[in-house]
T-cell receptor
Framework: EPEVTQTPSHQVTQMGQEVILRCVPI?????FYWYRQILGQKVEFLVS????????KSEIFDDQFSVERPDGSNFTLKIRSTKLEDSAMYFC???????????FGQGTRLTVV | KQEVTQIPAALSVPEGENLVLNCSFT??????LQWFRQDPGKGLTSLLL?????REQTSGRLNASLDKSSGRSTLYIAASQPGDSATYLC????????????FGQGTTLQVKP
């Protein structure tokens, strides 16, 4: 069964460092998303991406964040200068025609120390 | 602003019981609603999707209903099993064109053998 895959599963980084979280969406999907979940809190929307551009972003998604689909299969989230409060589980998701049903990856746990 | 609330926050039942998880939302203008399962430290598994024109969806022992006018959705689990123990999240899409999901905080279910 097709699935969304994310790498790495866990990343530890020092405050101020740049990190890139990687995702391979389901191959025929057209809509891509990043969400995050701080420990013990709700899953929060970060950004949606369609037709090679951001279609919506949340207040959380400030200038420190960027997304890219570099090669037609990968979808990445970059955090330029990580802060302690960026520590969270980051989920990538994708959906097909109409952007209706979203399928999520297993997440990348980011720990900023 | 759309708010999604899930009650109860936690539920413990003996194996074999039928149970209902509740999800309420403040704005009835939604495009679809999804129920997800999340195991500890893991990703989100989509269980059921109800589009705005539908009133319910069924998959195996799971049945989800949607009443937009009252701002409520329920997830019914029949004949619960220990393997059903997980956190159940509801999430709705109020945008219709970006696929942005707004999540509830989840109900953590424990089914005791």
């Amino acid at each position: 069964e097709p699935e969304v895959t994310q790498t790495p599963s866990h990343q530890v980084t020092q405050m101020g460092q740049e990190v890139i979280l990687r995702c391979v969406p389901i191959s025929n999907h057209l809509y891509f998303y990043w969400y995050r979940q701080i420990l013990g809190q709700k899953v929060e929307f970060l950004v949606s991406f369609y037709n090679n551009e951001i279609s919506e972003k949340s207040e959380i998604f400030d200038d420190q964040f960027s997304v890219e689909r570099p090669d037609g299969s990968n979808f990445t989230l970059k955090i330029r200068s990580t802060k302690l409060e960026d520590s969270a589980m980051y989920f990538c998701a994708s959906s097909g025609t109409g952007g209706i049903q979203a399928f999520f990856g297993q997440g990348t746990r980011l720990t900023v120390v | 602003k759309q708010e999604v609330t899930q009650i109860p926050a936690a539920l413990s039942v003996p194996e074999g019981e039928n149970l209902v998880l509740n999800c309420s939302f403040t704005d009835s203008a939604i495009y679809n609603l999804q129920w997800f399962r999340q195991d500890p430290g893991k990703g989100l598994t989509s269980l059921l999707l109800i589009q705005s024109s539908q009133r319910e969806q069924t998959s195996g022992r799971l049945n989800a209903s949607l009443d937009k006018s009252s701002g409520r959705s329920t997830l019914y689990i029949a004949a619960s099993q220990p393997g059903d123990s997980a956190t159940y999240l509801c999430a709705l899409d109020g945008s219709g064109n970006t696929g942005k999901l707004i999540f509830g905080q989840g109900t953590t279910l424990q089914v005791k053998p």
